[in-house]
């Protein structure tokens, strides 16, 4: 994991990081918070996994070549990066920037490592770990999804037992059991940190 730091330290805006297990659906709860609050915007990962059904270019990601991910490591275009099963994943660091410069709120669904590095690194953090109800739901939301052989569905479930064991580190923990409920709870979260922050 790297990091490189030009954020300004006077942003008006908070940092919501989501994290949770493949399947645990960070990303659709990250997408309702978004929906229902104006102020709060996405970071956009770049990626070098390829696009899913239905995902769009610069909307659900950036996606990119090894080669191309590459060249922006270089040229130092990333607040952070990371592999996860085998692709590159990052946050380009102008979106980042000019959301925050702009009073914004920025959300990100990231995996523990990138979420335990920008704690340590950006101001005005606020972590939220999402669980499944069980390990059973989790397995049975990542078969319905149908973009992973059984072999990935495997190595996603270990990964999943691992991840859940630093929730912890974390400043909220919220089981997503019923998605509206959930929604409802993590704005709570974001609302009262923006009262405090």
């Known amino acids: 994991m790297m990091i490189n730091m030009t954020l300004p330290s006077k942003n008006k805006g908070i940092i ?14 990250a997408k309702a918070l978004i929906d229902r609050d104006n102020n709060l915007k996405p970071s956009i990962s770049a990626t070098t996994r390829l696009p899913r059904e239905g995902e769009i270019e610069g909307v659900n990601y950036y996606f990119k070549t090894k080669e191309q991910f590459e060249q922006l ?12 099963y085998g692709n590159y994943y990052g946050t380009l660091k102008l979106q980042v920037e000019q959301l925050l410069e702009n009073g ?8 523990r490592e990138g979420a335990k590095v920008l704690k340590s690194q950006l101001p005005k953090v ?8 069980s ?17 990935e569905v495997k190595l996603r479930m270990e ?5 859940m064991a ?6 909220y ?8 409920d959930t929604i409802t709870a993590i704005h709570s979260i974001i609302k009262s940190a923006k009262a405090v922050k």
């Open 173 to 180: 923990i919220v089981v997503n059991d019923n998605f509206t």
């Open 126 to 133: 606020v972590t939220i770990f999402i669980l499944p109800p």
């Open 16 to 29: 919501i990081i989501l994290s949770a297990p493949s399947g645990c659906g960070k990303s659709t709860i």
């Open 159 to 163: 990964s999943a037992a691992a991840e």
């Open 135 to 151: 390990m059973d739901v989790l397995e049975k939301r990542i078969n319905s999804r149908g973009a992973d052989s059984a072999s």
């Open 104 to 111: 914004l709120d920025v959300i990100f669904a990231i995996d």
């Open 73 to 84: 490591i270089k040229h130092d275009m990333f607040l952070e990066y990371t592999i996860i």
């Open 166 to 171: 630093y929730s912890k580190e974390y400043d």
